[in-house]
């Protein structure tokens, strides 16, 4: 890519993005198309899933279903990891983008081929590039404004409106299509709108300038050289560990099932949650403060995957339970069960902002970031305590009203409000400088062990009635949310002035 001036650097500021930079505009619609793609294939995969194949569904069982849904959701957070790294060593946040989108295009496209094989292929491209791009395109919105800039926040609450409209309006369209037309084609249009993201991040190159155009660090000749080795290396290793399972697979040494793929890709990410939080604890010079906020990360890690583990329910049991016991039928119209995943991002974008409000107007009296994460938790319970009651009404009604599930989406809702954005900023707060990227990296994976376990739960409960799920789960997030609330005091004293 051709250098390009700063527009962030002019002598007056960019302001012509609703008085923002122009940049703003190119990843606010990029990131709106890509969250499009994401919510729109995740609105349909478990019902394409478990539909009969003469319907032109996969055929799965409930439990299979389930446990490919974790594993995808959760794949897709894992690899924000080393989607950060590949941009802040190699390429530069714009080309990570770039090439992140392309991959995600080429995958929702490769999902709507009738082959069982392109379907999972299409997952793991769409991995890959959601890898690159989600945490990158983030990092650019901060670097098109100058340091001190105080439009900074307001410009990340706007980027967070297009992640939202884009998660809204997908589960409308995507879901029309692929319930009322075709599956396949459903998935595909979720490929449409990324490739329409691709298109608009080309055009609006310009208006961000060098913002991301370059790696953090630019290598000297040598560290240049050793990077490039270690990226041929680790490209071999990858091929090398493809074929060997398409050899293993072929001659039938172990069986790489999809149930046992799942299970081993749960024990990986478990393992490499221990080795970290080993690192974190046993290794590294670190001072007394450090150790004690490193323990309250911990904690958050905790009840950040646990939350998650239950508001991920929202694609698999809530979304069977919106096709197969909730009424459709709404004013005489009859709309697609997927359609209810719009429910979330609708009520984000109507409450985020009276929480931001709400917690400066309370000023230091506000909640301790770990009672905000109990409080998240008792919503949670809320969410599943109704699930409970439509659980048992549908078992002798048939069918419930889809209020029921408005009302568990607006307490996950709210539960969501008051963990995520607070999460990320106690990471920043209490993260130790010299590792501030690696904690980070610990609150994706705590997403991503959320959705893994979540996958995984509902897979357990897959043949039973749904009332024994999210009885289960109401009990888990009750017990966590006490927890949280008798911990929140001496936490907060321990870390002292960080919050």
């Not at 302001?15 to 990029?30: D, E, I, M, N």
């Not at 478990?46 to 995808?72: E, Q």
């Not at 739960?457 to 927890?483: E, H, K, N, Q």
């Amino acid at each position: 890519m051709p250098e390009r001036t700063n527009v962030s650097q002019a002598a007056a500021p960019d302001t012509r993005f609703f008085g923002h930079p122009a940049g703003l505009s190119t990843l606010f619609f990029t990131e709106l198309w890509e969250r499009f793609g994401y919510y729109g294939m995740r609105a349909l995969l478990v019902l394409f899933m478990t539909a009969a194949v003469s319907s032109g569904g996969l055929g799965y069982s409930v439990t299979k279903a389930y446990a490919i849904y974790g594993l995808y959701t959760a794949s897709v957070y894992m690899m924000s990891l080393p989607g950060g790294w590949v941009a802040d060593r190699i390429l530069g946040q714009q080309r990570t983008v770039l090439l992140g989108g392309i991959l995600i295009a080429i995958g929702y496209l490769s999902l709507a081929i009738p082959s069982e094989a392109a379907f999972f292929a299409g997952m793991g491209i769409v991995v890959l590039g959601t890898g690159l791009l989600k945490p990158n395109i983030s990092t650019i919105v901060g670097q098109i404004y100058q340091p001190g800039d105080p439009r900074r926040d307001s410009g990340f609450s706007i980027f967070y409106v297009g992640i939202n409209l884009g998660a809204t309006i997908a589960p409308l369209a995507c879901g029309w299509v692929g319930e009322r037309i075709n599956w396949r084609w459903g998935l595909g249009l979720a490929g449409v709108g990324m490739s329409f993201g691709v298109l608009t991040f080309l055009r609006g190159l310009r208006r961000l300038g060098n913002a991301g155009l370059r790696p953090v660090e630019p290598p000297s000749p040598e560290i240049g050289a050793q990077w490039r080795r270690n990226f041929r290396n680790t490209i071999l290793g990858i091929v090398l560990v493809l074929a060997a399972g398409a050899a293993i697979q072929l001659f039938g040494l172990v069986d790489l099932s999809a149930e046992h793929l799942v299970n081993l890709a749960g024990f990986v990410l478990f393992g490499i949650t221990i080795v970290l939080f080993g690192w974190m604890f046993l290794g590294g010079d670190w001072t007394a403060d450090e150790r004690k906020r490193l323990a309250v990360i911990a904690v958050l890690f905790c009840g950040s995957t646990l939350f998650w583990a239950a508001f991920e329910q929202a694609g698999s049991s809530f979304n069977l339970f919106a096709r197969n016991s909730t009424n459709h039928v709404l004013w005489g119209f009859n709309f697609p069960a997927s359609w209810f995943q719009s429910l979330n991002a609708a009520f984000i974008i109507c409450f985020a902002a009276t929480f931001a409000w709400l917690w400066i107007r309370l000023g230091p009296r506000q909640p301790s970031s770990v009672m905000k994460f109990a409080l998240a938790m008792l919503c949670a319970t809320g969410g599943f305590a109704v699930m409970m009651i439509a659980a048992q009404r549908a078992g002798t009604e048939g069918r419930v009203s889809p209020m029921w599930l408005v009302i568990t989406y607006l307490l996950h809702t709210i539960g969501e409000i008051l963990l995520s954005p607070v999460g990320l900023s106690a990471m920043t707060k209490l993260a130790p400088v010299r590792v501030a990227g690696l904690m980070m990296g610990v609150w994706f994976l705590s997403l991503s062990m959320g959705n893994y376990l979540a996958g995984r739960l509902a897979a357990f409960y897959g043949d039973m009635p749904p009332y024994d799920l999210f009885r289960t789960l109401g009990i888990i997030t009750l017990i966590s949310a006490v927890v949280l609330a008798l911990i929140a005091r001496p936490v907060s004293r321990m870390i002292g002035n960080a919050e």
